[in-house]
């Protein structure tokens, strides 16, 4: 390839990547992305559809070797209102969403060109932006995704992560939104009603002191709260969301029994009502991906990126429950995911671009 052609290979990229992040899409509601990712497939030379989930689906004609579905998810963590413009700043580019996962669909986007002018070896593919891939989405739209297709597909490749990661492994999660209700009051003339603000505090402090192993590596996050209705009022009703992790799936029951029931002595103490409801459940199997994860490496180590196997939550956990081999693979450099500071390094799209046509052509052989 040309220098010239190189240069104008990543103003596409970046050209795609400031329209598609520039566009907001909270989970449950990625339609305007949706159809910006529509029209984007389209002008690449493919005839995209949407499924009943809000999913965008592409069949690449052509091909050969096994059929393989790539999907790269539409949503973001953060609300419609935030401020999404990407500038540019010391060689990066920042935005929220700008990397997760802006780039992986402005790559993947640029590669559907070529692919739909069959001008690089390639597998049997077919290209999806996914719905709810973040937060309460609980991949519901790999899922659905999954359920249609997955008796069609050989093997599930997810575009999420950073360049040089290969997700080989997923990480099983839980997710609980906790509500405490009190009869509340006046701050002074109800005092000491109980209070459901009270009993939150007393709540995450509990589970804060929830001993979580390093081995197999868990996690336990309170990511939300709200609640109470003034300064000068007892609190009727406050809330929280809980997220538990863990590699092992035996592990992450145990995080979750002695969680919640940490919560339940709490709110027994505070004499206040308790109501918990699961609003997410991603699960984990094991598959032999071993064939996927070679192919993604030797990609990587033929465009000189060091690979790095790593566990995640991602689109691939609901091919791995469904049976089929999967990975999640990185195409870009960048930080600070799901934080307002988020950033890129434009040139690496070049160099993400390059090692997804080597993992199409590895598969393809």
């Known amino acids: 390839m040309t220098s010239e052609a190189a240069a104008a290979g990543l103003a596409s990229m970046v050209a795609l990547l400031r329209r598609i992040c520039q566009t907001?899409?909270?989970?449950?509601?990625?339609?305007?992305?949706?159809?910006?990712v529509t029209s984007m497939f389209s002008a690449a030379g493919l005839a995209p559809k949407r499924d009943s989930a809000g999913n965008v689906i592409a069949t690449v004609p052509g091909g050969r070797g096994p059929r393989v579905l790539f999907a790269a998810h539409i949503d973001t963590v953060f609300a419609a209102d935030t401020d999404v413009t990407v500038r540019a700043d010391g060689g990066r580019l920042l935005a929220p969403g700008v990397g997760d996962n802006s780039a992986s669909l402005a790559?993947?986007?640029?590669?559907?060109?070529?692919?739909?002018?069959?001008?690089?070896?390639?597998?049997?593919?077919?290209?999806a932006a996914t719905v709810g891939e973040e937060g309460a989405g609980d991949l519901y739209g790999a899922r659905h995704l999954v359920a249609e297709l997955g008796a069609a597909t050989d093997l599930f490749v997810a575009l999420d992560g950073h360049l040089g990661t290969v997700v080989s492994a997923g990480v099983a999660s839980r997710r609980f939104e906790v509500v405490l209700g009190a009869k509340g009051g006046h701050s002074w003339g109800d005092y000491p009603s109980p209070s459901a603000v009270h009993a939150l505090g007393d709540a995450v402090a509990a589970l804060t002191r929830l001993r979580v192993p390093g081995t197999p590596r868990s996690s336990l996050n309170?990511?939300?709260v709200s609640g109470g209705t003034s300064v000068n009022a007892i609190a009727e009703e406050a809330r929280f969301n809980l997220d538990v992790r863990s590699l092992d799936p035996d592990m992450l029951d145990a995080l979750v029994e002695d969680a919640l029931e940490r919560v339940r002595q709490v709110a027994r103490r505070h004499q206040v009502r308790l109501t918990i409801e699961t609003i997410g459940d991603r699960p984990v199997a094991t598959v032999d991906n071993r064939?996927?994860?070679?192919?993604?490496?030797?990609?990587?180590d033929s465009v000189g990126v060091e690979p790095r196997l790593a566990a995640s939550s991602t689109d691939a956990n609901a091919a791995m429950v469904a049976g089929l081999p999967a990975i999640a693979f990185g195409v870009y450099r960048g930080g600070d995911a799901h934080r307002l500071s988020e950033?890129?390094?434009?040139?690496?799209?070049s160099l993400g671009h390059s090692a997804l046509l080597a993992l199409l052509a590895n598969l393809a052989a």
Do not use: C, Y
């Open 24 to 36: 907001p899409a909270p989970t449950f509601h990625e339609d305007a992305r949706a159809e910006l």
């Open 107 to 127: 790559v993947m986007i640029h590669v559907a060109a070529q692919l739909a002018g069959g001008r690089v070896p390639a597998p049997r593919a077919t290209l």
């Open 222 to 224: 309170v990511g939300q």
């Open 291 to 300: 064939k996927l994860v070679e192919a993604a490496r030797n990609a990587l």
């Open 343 to 349: 950033w890129l390094e434009p040139a690496s799209l």
